[in-house]
């Protein structure tokens, strides 16, 4: 009994004296603990967002609507320092509905100090407003330009590989991207008549085995990075479906970019000025068109359409006054020009101004008027004039 | 149209090769190490005035203490591939931003 007493007491004392040896609050601080160290894995949600209200009047016609929020999370997920997987979705309530896209969505590898491979769903950099300016919080005005968006001439986004990277040419900078994607489809007419000859950048599935092949070089040519000057090309040789009458009609793309960004003292503030030019020449081909009486009727047309912008902002950095600093004012010229003899023929002409006033580096209150003289199109032609009043934030 | 597009791929592939023969080649600053003449002689910019310009080709520059350091690695690496900024250029554009967050 007295010895089971005395182990009973060995380990209960042993035991505390144990505990207190192992919670010694001077060696078990938080100052003496590990410092906190990041993972090298890394998520974050970044994006943008805006609403707006806008007032348009065409042809005597007025109508004005506060325009739904889009909301665009883009998700990145940093795997190491050199994989990385980027993915934007876009929340938008166009007519009544909510429209749900993927922007792009690819993973990203840097295979060296010049290169960097993508695959995916990625923006294209064929000139550079879709890939660089598009998003509302960096582009200066509510609207894009004239033949750029989701239905332009110029393709926005493709699923395929990229390889891209950047050269320091000791003062002057090089930029470049090659890309091969899935390529455009060409829209025969056979759902929606009068866009017969529009090319549908939205491929996800390809409908041939013909590829698309693209580049942009960028060239740099002054140390100060203030001016940049590019030229991208976009080429297929087949858009149309596999066994149709249009599986060889091959189209050819190009597009020239520039753009100016400095602070200039003697006008005490940053000039912004922007530009981009879009060709798109498409083989012809004989669609068919189908009259009110049954009776069908073959035509063709020279398929060759361009849209051009240029874009000049400033922002008086330099102001003595705080409010002053963050107003900035925008003009904008566009232009778009599609086939003649297309069912979707159309000439316009766009001026866009702004008065934008920035709360903070990235969210941005405009206000901008935008008139826009066209002949046929959609629409049917006409002028058309809005005034909008927008609130954009990127975070 | 066929013939554009061969251009287009025989322009491409040339600039993929040229791309690899340049990008994987040694550079100077692999071995030589006798002298530092180019340190010496050539006026470094600072990561602030990278910073400035790089940034504001596109958009507005972010302020340093919007993101922290961990943050400002992975915006680092999305920004190198999207505004296809050079090494040097983003290295350098990064370690400004640590430090000045």
């Known amino acids: 009994m007295k010895k089971l007493i005395v182990l009973i007491l060995i380990v209960g004392f042993g035991h505390i004296s144990y505990g207190q040896t192992y919670n010694d609050f001077e060696t078990d601080s938080i100052a003496a603990s590990q410092p906190y160290q990041p993972s ?14 806008n007032f348009m009047s065409a042809e005597g016609e007025k109508e004005s609507s506060y325009v739904g929020s889009a909301f665009a999370p883009i998700f990145l997920f940093k795997h190491s320092d050199r994989l990385m ?16 896209g993927l922007e792009y969505a690819d993973v990203m590898y840097v295979l060296n100090k010049n290169m960097t491979v993508r695959a995916g769903k990625f923006l294209l950099p064929f000139g550079t407003f879709m890939e660089r300016f598009h998003p509302a919080w960096i582009n200066r005005l509510p609207t894009r ?8 001439i110029a393709p926005a986004s493709g699923i395929g590989v990229e390889l891209r990277g950047a050269f320091d040419l000791g003062g002057p900078k090089l930029n470049y991207s090659i890309y091969s994607t899935n390529g455009p489809r060409l829209k025969d007419g056979s759902e929606e008549p009068e866009e017969a000859g529009m090319l549908m950048f939205q491929n996800f599935e390809d409908n041939n085995n013909s590829k698309a092949f693209g580049g942009r070089i960028g ?24 066994d149709s009458e249009y599986e060889d009609v091959g189209t050819f793309l190009y597009a ?26 498409i083989d012809d081909a004989t669609f068919t068109e189908t009259h009110e009486d049954g009776d069908e009727e073959e035509y063709t047309f020279d398929n060759k359409s361009n849209s051009f912008y240029t874009q000049l902002s400033y922002r008086p950095t330099m102001a003595s006054s705080d409010f002053l600093k963050k107003l900035e004012l925008v003009g904008r010229y566009s232009n778009l020009n599609t086939p003649e003899g297309a069912e979707w023929e159309e000439q316009s002409v766009q001026y866009a101004f702004g008065l934008n006033y920035w709360l903070t580096w990235r969210s941005v209150i405009k206000i901008a008027y935008q008139t826009t003289d066209s002949v046929g199109g959609h629409d049917g032609g006409g002028t058309t004039n809005g005034f909008y009043i927008h609130w954009a934030i990127g975070f | 149209m066929k013939t554009i597009h061969k251009i ?94």
């Not at chain 2, 002298?35 to 507005?60: V, Y």
């Open chain 1, 145 to 152: 330009p004239l033949g750029f968006g989701h239905d332009g």
């Open chain 1, 256 to 281: 020239i970019d520039f753009s100016f960004v400095k602070q200039i003292p003697a006008i005490s503030g940053f000039i912004d000025i922007k530009g981009q030019y879009n060709n798109s020449d």
């Open chain 1, 85 to 100: 997987f980027e993915a934007e979705l876009e929340f938008e309530l166009e007519n009544n509905d909510l429209k749900v």
């Open chain 1, 40 to 53: 090298k894995t890394q998520f974050m949600i970044r994006g943008y967002g805006h609403t707006g209200l």
């Open chain 1, 219 to 242: 060239l740099l040519p002054f140390a100060d990075s203030s001016t940049e000057f590019g030229f991208s090309a976009y080429s297929t040789n087949g858009v149309g479906e596999t």
């Open chain 2, 8 to 101: 287009v791929i025989t322009g491409l592939m040339l600039l993929v090769i040229g791309g690899i023969i340049v990008s994987c080649s040694s550079t100077k600053d692999k071995y030589t190490d006798v002298t530092n003449a180019e340190d010496e002689f050539k006026i470094e910019k600072s990561g602030a005035q990278m910073w400035g310009e790089a940034c504001n080709r596109c958009h507005l520059a972010p302020s340093p203490a919007d993101y922290n350091d961990t943050d400002w690695e992975t915006i680092s690496l999305h920004m190198r591939v999207r505004a296809n900024l050079t090494e040097k250029e983003i290295t350098k554009i990064e370690s400004f931003l640590k430090s000045a967050n």
